[in-house]
Nanobody, 120 residues
Framework: QVQLVESGGGLVQPGGSLRLSCAAS????????MGWYRQAPGKQREMVAT???????NYADSVKGRCTISRDNAKNTVYLQMNVLKPEDTAVYYC??????????????WGQGTQVTVSS
C-alpha cells in the first residue's frame, strides 16, 4: 500500500511562512494527482491546492497568490509553500494522492494531517 507522511506544520505569526512536505512511500507503481486539503475546527475539509503528474496546478481562491504547490516526482514528494499566512489559514492540513500500488489498481490515499496554527 501507499503511505503519505506530512511534515512542516507548526505555529507561525500572521504574515509568516511555512513549507509543508508530504512524502509517499510503500508499494508504489505510479502516483497521479497530488494535493493538499485542510480542515478547520467545525468546518468541512476543503481543497487548498492540487497538482497533476504533469505539473498543472489548481488553487482555492482563498490561497491564490499566497501559496505554491510543487512536486518532485523522483522523490514522490509534494510541497506546499504558504506565505502571508492569516489566522483563517489555521487548520489541519492533509496530503492527498491518487496512486497505484500495482498495475491496474488506483486508489485515493490520505496522510495523517499536520497542524498549522497562525496566531500572534
Amino acid at each position: 500500500q501507499v503511505q503519505l507522511v506530512e511534515s512542516g506544520g507548526g505555529l507561525v505569526q500572521p504574515g509568516g511562512s511555512l513549507r509543508l512536505s508530504c512524502a509517499a512511500s510503500g508499494t508504489i507503481f505510479s502516483i497521479y494527482g497530488m494535493g493538499w486539503y485542510r480542515q478547520a475546527p467545525g468546518k468541512q475539509r476543503e481543497m487548498v491546492a492540487t497538482i497533476t503528474s504533469g505539473g498543472s496546478t489548481n488553487y482555492a481562491d482563498s490561497v491564490k497568490g499566497r501559496c505554491t504547490i510543487s512536486r518532485d516526482n523522483a522523490k514522490n514528494t509534494v510541497y506546499l509553500q504558504m506565505n502571508v499566512l492569516k489566522p483563517e489559514d489555521t487548520a489541519v492540513y492533509y496530503c492527498y494522492a491518487d496512486a497505484s500500488p500495482r498495475r491496474g489498481v488506483t486508489a485515493a490515499y490520505w496522510g495523517q494531517g499536520t497542524q498549522v496554527t497562525v496566531s500572534s
